[in-house]
């Protein structure tokens, strides 16, 4: 029996939600609105849920930015949460790139030109990656998770008891709407009215407890932006410190292999220049001129030279009519014609 009475009691109220709702949307039934401060701190924990949910997805593009391999790890975190399998271990592009080119090194020969520059860059390229990996790591545990928990701890929270808020402000304009019919039909007895007040009341009382409540979560959302800030500052100090490795990692590679490169064109320059047969050998010693360098070219071979635009560089004939020899700064290879221009005395 006690049962029966609290279903209908419960069927009641919701009957009775579903009326007030439909006669604010009719505009026939009054609205409790809420102060001024409180509309506040509800729009501001709109705009933290939808910018974070942006701030979120953006990252997580950043860091993973392959779409199929983000699905793939979300089902293997679900998997591995549940023990039917363990996470695989997922290979970044660079270090990928530099096993490649260990292998190509092997193939090759350590010993030959190309073979040892492979190996090289392929041992900086996976430096690159471990400097990735826990660029990763760190955005991941610093930044990206606390933004998750956020939304998923503290904005749901923040949603359930707004919801009930809802309901309770239904029915609070329900107990006053039932109230005033009360005292504005006639018939109606003292007994009716008393207990009509005597629900306002509790509604009230309902209303203003979940009030309090949710209002007292609103007011956590300004600790969780100073808490992000924090998680923020300590994303920019790993980015900072993984370009920083990377660029040094590159400056070692790039000295590394400017020695190399500076032994190879010597090489190649002194089977250009100092090959008895050679014709531009011969014509090196004829007539060297100036010329002034209209472009910037960039060298695509070691018998190349690279130039910049409006400096002054010596030039020689060449056995191409569409080439010239020059010589800057020590450096000697061909230029093309058509960026130099030949400086008449």
């Given amino acids: 029996m006690e049962d029966l009475k609290k279903l209908a009691g419960g069927a009641s109220a919701l009957f009775n939600r579903a009326v007030q709702y439909t006669g604010e949307k009719l505009g026939t039934a009054e609205h409790t609105d809420l102060d001024a401060h409180f509309e506040q701190l509800l729009q501001r924990a709109d705009k933290t849920k939808a910018q974070t949910e942006v701030l979120l997805k953006c990252t997580e593009t950043l860091l993973h930015p392959d779409p199929t391999a983000r699905a793939e790890d979300y089902l293997y975190d679900k998997l591995e949460r549940t023990g039917l399998e363990k996470k695989r271990q997922r290979l970044s ?10 292998e190509a090194s092997a193939a090759y020969g350590p010993g030959s030109s190309y073979g040892n520059v492979l190996l090289k860059v392929g041992q900086t ?12 790591s760190t955005a991941t545990t610093e930044y990206l998770q606390p933004l998750k928990a956020f939304l ?11 919801r009930a ?3 309770k402000r239904l029915d609070l304009d329900a107990a006053k709407s039932k109230l005033k019919r009360a005292k504005s039909e006639k018939g109606k007895s003292d007994e009716m009215i008393v207990k009509a007040e005597s629900e306002l009341r509790h509604a009230q009382s309902e209303f203003d407890r979940q009030a309090e409540t949710t209002k007292l979560l609103l007011e956590g959302v300004n600790k969780s932006h100073e808490y992000h800030t924090r998680c923020l500052n300590s994303f920019v100090e790993a980015q900072a410190n993984y370009y920083a490795s990377c660029h040094q990692y590159m400056q070692d590679l790039q000295r590394q292999l ?7 064109s010597s090489l190649r320059s002194h089977d250009l220049h100092y090959s008895p047969t050679s014709p531009i050998n011969q014509s090196a010693n004829d007539s060297k001129g100036k010329a002034k360098v ?3 070219y960039f060298a ?16 020689w004939t060449s056995d191409s009519s569409d080439w010239m020899m020059a010589e ?5 290879g061909r230029v093309p014609m058509s960026y130099i221009e030949i400086i008449r005395i």
């Fill in 152 to 162: 998923d701890t503290d904005m749901k929270n923040i949603t359930k008891e707004r």
């Fill in 165 to 167: 808020l809802e309901v």
């Fill in 125 to 136: 390229e996976q430096k690159l990656g471990d400097c990735e990996k826990t660029f990763v």
């Fill in 93 to 102: 592009n660079l270090t990928q790139l530099g096993g490649t080119m260990l």
């Fill in 294 to 296: 209209l472009y910037d």
């Fill in 258 to 264: 400017g020695s190399t490169s500076t032994t190879t």
């Fill in 328 to 332: 800057r700064a020590g450096q000697k």
């Fill in 300 to 315: 695509t071979d070691d018998t190349e030279l690279s130039l910049i635009a409006d400096e002054i560089i010596t030039v």
